[in-house]
Every structure is written in C-alpha cells, then in structure tokens.
C-alpha cells in the first residue's frame, strides 16, 4: 500500500521525455545556471561511467579529463537543472560501472564505439557477398 502511494508522489515529479542513454556514451549535460537574475545553460561533456538510484533518485556520472586532471560529476536525472542529455557517441561497454576508467591515462580511456552499419542481417548479408566479389575477381583473373 505504502509503495504505491510512494510511487504515486514521484511520478509527479519525474520527466516525460528522458533522454535515452547508455554507460559507455559519450554525452553532452545542458545544465540550466541561475546568475542573479539571468539564466545561461553550461555544457558538461564527458563519458557516462555509472547510472545509479530508480525513479525520480536515478542519478548518472559523467567523467571527462580536464587539463590533465580527471573530473566526475554526478547528475540527478529528472531534475529541472537539466535542460536536456545529447549523445554524441555510443561507445561498447560490457560492465555496468566503468570505474576502472579512473586509472586509465591518456588515449587507453577510449572506448571502442557501438557500429549501427554491423547489426544483425545485415552484418551477415555483407560478408558472403564480399566472398561472392572476391571468388568473382579470381575467377575472372584467372581465366585471362
């Protein structure tokens, strides 16, 4: 009874359209800024290593290397700070939690990046058709 009631007060304060996101992306944070009376969004881009908490306490990190220092920043995801989550590139990540980043320098951070081209048949469609030209091009050389 409690749990419903509980999930009732929350939805009221979740957001609609959450961006879809994945551990591994590199993204773009648009953070709303009060400075007196003026609004300005700041940008935080980095590389998405955790995604922690349920429903309106969901939070995520985003790391990215500053001047050669390492920053984390932890961002509530249904908060009305956030204007909105670009994702600028899908990277392959096989663990929930990419803290081993941490103690990774220079370019062995990088991970490998998700390749939309190579899903499911067409992956397996490409390469008999590249035997196919291949056994063509030797048959035809070697006939002349």
């Known amino acids: 009874m409690s749990q ?38 700041q940008i935080f881009n980095g590389v998405v290593i955790a995604r922690s908490g349920s429903g309106s306490r969901e939070m995520f990190t985003v790391r990215r290397i500053v001047s050669g220092e390492g920053v984390e920043r932890k961002f509530p995801l249904h908060s009305p700070k956030i204007a909105k989550i670009e994702v600028k590139r899908s990277g392959v990540a096989r663990r929930a939690k990419l803290y081993y980043l941490r103690d990774r320098v220079g370019k062995s951070v990088r991970l490998r990046e998700k390749r939309d081209d190579l899903v499911g048949d067409k992956a397996n469609a490409k390469k008999p058709a590249k035997k196919a030209a291949k056994k063509a091009a030797k048959k035809a050389t070697a006939k002349s």
């Open 4 to 41: 419903k009631i509980l999930s009732h007060v929350e939805a009221s304060s979740l957001k609609a359209d959450v961006d879809a996101f994945s551990i591994g992306d590199t993204v773009d944070v648009h953070t709303r800024i009060l400075e007196g009376e003026k609004e300005r969004v």
